[in-house]
Nanobody, 122 residues
């Protein structure tokens, strides 16, 4: 069974930092594009960041660019999201995701974790 398990969420004050982790099990994702999405209460799920299988390509939503950094460790089968300078509007459930394949240009995210709550207080 394929599982993506997020951890590292919590409550932090504005301006603070958190690092989310996503550990994959059941199969290796070293050849898959990985990413993070988030969903705030009453809003649709939105894209946060993505990383290619090699880590050579990354992209970010404009709202987090310059503050968040996505990275991966293919030996540990884990992807990370370092979040700095957090704002109250970053409050959301953060979901880890993996694509079905390795194509960076044609990403199709089909594997999802259960999510981890991030709350940023003002």
């Amino acid at each position: 069974q394929v599982q993506l398990v997020e951890s590292g969420g919590g409550l932090v004050q504005a301006g603070g930092s958190l690092r989310l982790s996503c550990a994959a099990s059941g199969r290796a994702f070293s050849n898959n594009v990985m990413g993070w999405f988030r969903q705030a209460p009453g809003k649709e799920r939105e894209y946060v960041a993505g990383i290619s299988w090699s880590g050579g390509n990354t992209d970010y939503a404009d709202s987090v660019k310059g503050r968040f950094t996505i990275s991966r460790d293919n030996v540990k089968n884990t992807v990370y999201l370092q979040m700095n300078s957090l704002k109250p509007e970053d409050t959301a459930v953060y979901y880890c995701t993996a694509s079905y394949g390795s194509s960076w240009l044609n990403r199709q995210y089909g594997y999802w974790g259960q999510g981890t709550q991030v709350t940023v207080s003002s």
